[in-house]
């Protein structure tokens, strides 16, 4: 392969870093590490560069073999006069230098981070004649910079040397080097270009390698919309394939996280040549996001960057349409149209001016990006944006294993993107037991993870330690989880203890006495019939979002253990769930008997799909999206709470080809934006999240 030679991050020149390191947030949860992911991990070099005698440039020179290489240097002080890069393909000379890219400092990443976190960070919500006028976050007293340069993608070359002139301190030469996988093609594969709705690949689908991250997302989650998106490029080589996209976006990550300090990529989102969207920073592509993409523009404004460099080549057909689609997704997640003008001002650049809701980088400040070809078809974008916000626009994105085990592995791993202190851990296969678990998981911030009777899978154990678990809650008694698991697990050095009781109903009774241990009462207990448990799916995430519990009854007559437990709750509102097929009159009557200051009201549908749509709408008010899970899957709904309770949204049953009419019709209430399905392929369909059934 020739050698190809870009500039990674040139679009990036001026960024403001405001994203902050794993020392910066909390170290003890910032190093997660999804130990299953596909893709070769990334290597990195670190050389110190010297120089022959006092007063001559310093160098450093690294080896490189296959892959993607992104290389850059990295000092502490001082002013280079020139910094400078030179390559040697395999069996040939060394080529002429060449500067490296621009500087960027790194080092205000923790006061920054502090200003984000600080309540009353300073922006202005005013309207001001035809559009409002926004202040961005302002850093006082920033830290020393640390320099780096921009990163350099290389492929192909057999050595790289840099050289720097100047006075300047603990120089290194930074090299990070991912290869392109087999996995990575079956990633690629499996994400559908066209379609009724966007598909957004995640950072799993990548191969994002999360202990490079050091980023706690959820201080990096701001209450406000964005107001709009700027547009990028990431200067780096147009001639990739589309099995080569994942490499390209880890080696970006790697750079941006480590070398530059970032703590994770700095995009919200990324587009391809192919016209395939992906996911970039951590955290959910539908919330504001704190980025690190334009001086000033971090907070208030999205980054979307297209793979390539639009300064050299144009921009694919594909391309130009998903970057439309992703676009008008995104402002419509955040209510903006894209006709907007907004009057912003842009403290740490010192302008006021008034900002397209759709612009380029070089709309901010004076740089090359998005490229010319790209700037070009700014008026063709806009229109493509307005055709698809006039029809409406919906985001799906997966989040599966290889079987229900992998599956809740990577739930758990995508809820607690920070790690998880306690996991409750519940069968695989008598999932009755564990359908209360879900909303005291939530209270607890605990994750939620299945295991086989006898044994623990190996995606359960991979997914205790990259969360950091030291403890297990196991859910049900032993008949449900054998005592060999919990045996195994202490000698695994967990510390373990169980909810059991003589049936599922105590069981559950169990887990909402727990819920209530720390003197938080639930206002609403779902009650739910133990024999048809489907209806139980939706309302465990509805009761995360209310604070509530659920409870479960045989269809006739009220079990005595959660009699029990309703009584010393004493709830203000019991919700019933299903029709009277599931839960008899008889039930309800016995429930106001016992609690006759509640609200007792029943939730049931034709079917499952309708109830789970039924207690959305009552729970939720406006959300931006939605965990679906099948409704013959119920493991995967079960364990899919988590999720949805990350994102403060539903879970709701649909069908594997298509979302029923009425789930469809709570999306219309609801807002949903962003479907995130729960399980793989052969239980949903991607056209399960963006398409109504017929």
């Excluded at 990036?12 to 390191?21: D, E, Q, T, V, Y």
């Excluded at 504001?288 to 980054?303: E, P, S, T, V």
């Excluded at 912003?344 to 809701?357: G, I, K, Q, S």
């Excluded at 991979?462 to 809650?473: H, N, T, W, Y």
């Amino acid at each position: 392969m020739p050698t190809v030679l870009r500039t990674l991050v040139s679009a990036l020149a001026g960024l403001a870093l405001l994203a902050a390191p794993a020392s910066a947030a909390d170290p003890s949860r910032a190093d997660v590490r999804p130990a299953h992911q596909h893709g070769q991990q990334g290597e990195h070099q670190s050389l110190a560069l010297s120089s022959s005698s006092r007063g001559a440039a310093a160098t450093a020179t690294v080896t490189l073999g296959e892959g993607v290489h992104v290389v850059g240097v990295r000092w502490t002080d001082g002013t280079p006069t020139d910094l400078e890069l030179r390559l040697r393909e395999p069996g040939r000379a060394w080529g002429a230098w060449r500067e490296l890219g621009g500087v960027l400092q790194t080092g205000r990443i923790a006061q920054e981070q502090a200003e984000v976190a600080r309540e009353g960070a300073a922006r202005v919500a005013a309207r001001s004649g035809g559009g409002a006028l926004h202040t961005s976050t302002v850093v006082e007293d920033a830290d020393p910079a640390v320099m780096a340069t921009e990163g350099d993608v290389v492929v192909g070359a057999a050595e790289v040397e840099v050289r720097v002139s100047g006075t300047v301190r603990d120089a290194t030469l930074e090299t990070w080097t991912t290869v392109p996988t087999a996995e990575d093609a079956e990633a690629v594969a499996d994400l559908p270009v066209a379609g009724e709705g966007i598909v957004v690949g995640t950072r799993a689908d990548w191969g994002a390698d999360e202990s490079l991250r050091g980023t706690a997302p959820r201080t990096l989650v701001h209450d406000g919309p964005k107001l709009g998106v700027t547009v990028h490029h990431t200067a780096t080589p147009n001639d990739y394939a589309a099995e080569e996209v994942p490499a390209i976006l880890r080696g970006i990550f790697y750079y941006h996280a480590q070398t530059l300090d970032w703590g994770d990529i700095g995009y919200g989102t990324l587009v391809d040549r192919f016209g395939r969207a992906w996911e970039g920073r951590a955290g959910g592509v539908e919330h504001n996001l704190q980025l690190a993409h334009a001086y000033g523009m971090n907070r208030d404004w999205a980054g979307i960057s297209v793979l390539g460099d639009h300064q050299e080549a144009g921009v694919t057909g594909a391309e130009m349409a998903t970057l439309a689609e992703l676009t008008a997704w995104t402002l419509d997640t955040h209510g903006v149209d894209v006709d907007d003008e907004i009057e912003y001002t842009n403290e740490t650049l010192d302008w006021t001016r008034v900002m397209p809701a759709v612009h380029g980088h070089s709309d901010v400040l004076s740089t090359l990006c998005p490229g010319a070809h790209l700037y070009a078809l700014f008026g063709q974008l806009r229109s493509l944006v307005a055709g698809q916000e006039a029809v409406g626009t919906h985001a799906v994105q997966r989040v599966s294993g290889a079987n229900r085990y992998g599956s809740a592995a990577e739930l758990a791993r995508r809820a607690f993107l920070e790690g998880a202190d306690t996991a409750y851990l519940a069968s695989g296969v008598g999932l009755v037991d564990a359908l209360a678990v879900g909303p005291v998981a939530a209270e607890q911030d605990a994750a939620v993870l299945l295991t086989r009777t006898s044994s623990v899978p190996a995606d359960t154990l991979e997914a205790l330690e990259d969360l950091g678990v030291s403890q297990v809650r196991i859910v049900g008694g032993e008949a449900a989880v054998g005592p060999e698991v919990e045996a195994d697990l202490v000698a695994r050095g967990f510390h373990v203890s169980r909810f059991g009781g003589a049936n599922r109903y105590a069981v559950a009774a169990s887990l909402a006495e727990e819920a209530a241990a720390d003197d938080s009462v639930p206002e609403t207990v779902y009650l739910a019939s133990g024999e048809e448990f489907p209806d139980a799916l939706g309302g465990a995430s509805a009761a995360a979002h209310l604070g509530g519990v659920v409870l479960l009854t045989r269809s006739g007559r009220l079990a005595q253990e959660s009699a029990e437990q309703l009584v010393a709750l004493d709830p203000g509102r019991v919700v019933v769930l299903g029709g009277q097929a599931a839960v008899r009159e008889s039930v309800v009557g016995e429930v106001k008997t016992l609690l006759p200051g509640a609200q007792v009201d029943r939730l049931g549908g034709a079917n499952r799909y309708e109830t789970s749509a039924l207690v959305a709408s009552d729970a939720f008010g406006t959300v931006a999206s939605a965990v679906a899970a099948s409704g013959r899957a119920p493991a995967d709904a079960m364990v899919g709470t988590q999720l949805a309770a990350r994102h403060d949204g539903p879970l709701v049953l649909v069908r594997k080809g298509c979302r029923p009419a009425a789930v469809d019709a709570a999306y219309e209430e609801l807002g949903v934006r962003l479907t995130r399905l729960a399980g793989g392929s052969t239980v949903l369909d991607w056209t399960a999240g963006s398409t109504t059934c017929g």
